[in-house]
């Protein structure tokens, strides 16, 4: 239990160290995610210990965006003065990228499967 | 007498993180019963649900944002260690996406551009200033990352968090009716599109409704997360 969740850590401080050592504006946990792949591909398995912490944390994944939505308090006079471009931005954006990505990943699926 | 001891006990115990951080926890417990009572359904988030029941706790007793977030932030600070985690669901479904690598190559490139690019676009045109635009651009990836990436460019970091989390939710509530109405019955692709469009919380929501769906929902939050960065990394050498 407590090494798997060192092991997340280690490769997320990893993956920040290098981001700072480097210079790149690239998010930190998205490289600590590579270096966990790298770390598990190396290894050939990834244990059950290590499932058992990562299948946790993803399956209560909603949880942890509370405390930020939360953050809404702070933001009302900049989205109350905002509201049409936010509301817009975020519904015809989502929407059109729900429908923009599936039907990619169907017409490439398709096209390979009938060559 | 007794309400000044009362008062006494407030006062010491909100000055502990723990006072706020249960309540989130309590908060979001809340949330996931009332989802369960309705079948989880799509509108009854657990997120909306516990951010509601917060937002009026913190109106009530006139608690300001930074004292909640000094209990709140051991959970926030999950989110990355959570994307690190990524890398078990993607190692573990390894055959599958080998097998879907080039649909989903295809789908994220589209994806990812579409949600930097429609939700900038659709902002501008509807008149919102340079911070709102750089906060809204990378919206559709989850908040660790999108925070990141919304602060050199102008964006405030507060705000990006809570926009990521208006998409997820969104993302989350219009997924299924949405993917119902196109008839499409190909779960991975579903998934993926809920990964790409809307995180971890479009993620959530496609593990409720297939195990198959959330893998692919799963993979696509992690890649859309380095494929936005990487967009922004090529749009800040032009800006």
């Given at each position: ?10 490769c ?10 480097s210079?790149l ?22 244990g ?18 509370v ?16 509201w049409?471009?936010v ?7 989502t ?10 990943f ?10 | ?16 993180p723990?006072l ?35 937002v ?18 051991f959970?926030?600070?999950?989110l ?6 990524l890398?078990?669901p ?44 750089a ?31 208006l ?32 995180h ?7 593990f ?10 799963g993979i ?16 800040s050498?032009?800006?």
């Amino acid at each position: 239990m407590l090494e798997a969740l060192t092991l997340l850590f280690v490769c997320q401080l990893a993956g920040e160290a290098l981001v700072r050592l480097s210079g790149l504006s690239f998010p930190g946990p998205v490289l600590g995610m590579a270096i966990m792949l790298g770390v598990i591909a190396i290894a050939g398995r990834t244990g059950a210990n290590l499932e058992r912490v990562a299948d946790t944390l993803l399956k209560n994944l909603s949880l942890l965006f509370v405390p930020a939505a939360v953050g809404v308090i702070q933001q009302i006079d900049l989205l109350a003065a905002n509201w049409l471009a936010v509301i817009g931005a975020v519904v015809g954006s989502t929407v059109l990228t729900l429908i923009v990505t599936v039907y990619v990943f169907r017409a490439v699926a398709r096209a390979i499967s009938r060559p | 007498m007794k309400g000044r001891e009362l008062y006494q006990i407030w006062v010491y115990l909100a000055e502990t993180p723990l006072l706020w951080l249960t309540a989130t926890l309590i908060a979001y417990v809340i949330g996931e019963r009332i989802s369960r009572g309705f079948s989880r359904h799509p509108l009854a988030n657990p997120v909306i649900i516990a951010t509601a029941l917060l937002v009026t706790l913190l109106a009530v007793t006139g608690t300001p944002y930074p004292d909640y977030f000094a209990g709140a932030q051991f959970i926030h600070f999950l989110l990355g260690p959570a994307t690190v985690a990524l890398a078990i669901p993607l190692w573990r479904n390894r055959t599958q996406v080998r097998r879907n690598l080039l649909p989903m190559v295809a789908a994220l490139l589209a994806g990812s551009l579409t949600a930097v690019a429609s939700a900038v676009a659709i902002a501008w045109m509807l008149g919102a200033p340079r911070e709102i635009l750089a906060s809204l651009a990378p919206k559709s990836v989850t908040s660790p990352i999108a925070m990141a990436l919304a602060e050199p460019l102008g964006g405030i970091p507060a705000l990006t968090a809570v926009l990521v989390v208006l998409t997820g939710v969104l993302g989350a509530v219009v997924v299924t009716p949405l993917m119902n109405l196109m008839r499409i019955r190909d779960f991975a692709a579903r998934g993926f599109a809920a990964g790409v469009a809307s995180h971890g919380l479009g993620t959530a929501r496609a593990f409720q409704v297939s195990e198959e769906a959330g893998t692919f929902a799963g993979i696509a939050l992690g890649l859309n997360g380095a494929m936005t960065a990487i967009i922004f990394m090529f749009a800040s050498l032009f800006l």
